[in-house]
């Protein structure tokens, strides 16, 4: 049986008054009353009858840029690139998308919310420790990576990369998340995946700059 495309319509265009709100004035400064004023007609109890909170429209907005601008499927069709490149390639599309940086920025306080955490973990077990598993796979199958942890460093990535440098779950400075994305490199390289070079290291610097 075919769907009704009206309520995809209808999320589509929250998801995209949300997306333009939210980087106008960012996730705090929304509500729910703004988005429903960008809808040209759609009354708040048709938000809330696709989206219980704020919060789970930037998780459906997340998700979304997420499958648009998938950095793993963009790195995995280059053939000019071994494993280990791949994997640089994807934290460089990642961190390098302006837009995606800024949203991920506003979505740091909902980290606070032990639903919204729980949904975060789930998401990073379902699709990004799958995704990083096949590219280090790869990488020890050609060489580029040497390390006896595929399986454990591909669940260990988007961990500490989402959670341990979020400074709204682990309160840091600036400079003190700049120390603990230097240890994850370091502790990468001396399991074999030596992932953060210069490059990525700089983008982490502009990112931390920008809180």
Request: charged letters at 25%; aromatic letters at 6%; a negative charge.
């Amino acid at each position: 049986m075919s769907r009704n495309k009206y309520p995809e319509q209808t999320v589509e265009l929250i998801l995209d008054a949300a997306e333009r709100l939210f980087l106008e004035k960012g996730y705090e400064g929304t509500t729910i009353q703004d988005i429903v004023d960008q809808l040209g007609g759609l009354t708040k109890g048709a938000v809330y009858h696709h989206f219980r909170s704020k919060a789970e429209i930037m998780n459906a907005l997340g998700d979304r840029l997420f499958l648009e601008r998938d950095p793993f499927e963009a790195a995995a069709g280059r053939s000019d690139l071994n494993g280990l490149q791949k994997l640089r390639e994807v934290a460089r599309l990642h961190q390098a998308d302006a837009e995606q940086q800024q949203l991920s920025r506003e979505a740091l306080p909902m980290l606070k919310n032990p639903r919204v955490l729980a949904q975060l973990l789930e998401t990073n077990r379902r699709e990004l420790t799958p995704r990083f598993l096949r590219l280090i796979e790869e990488g020890i199958a050609d060489g580029s990576i040497t390390t006896d942890y595929p399986q454990e460093l591909a669940e260990l990535i988007p961990l500490l990369t989402s959670l341990w440098l979020a400074p709204t779950v682990y309160p840091s400075s600036p400079e003190g998340m700049l120390r603990k994305f230097r240890l994850i490199g370091e502790a990468l390289a001396a399991l074999g995946l030596p992932l953060v070079d210069e490059e990525l290291m700089s983008l982490a610097e502009d990112y931390v700059s920008k809180l």
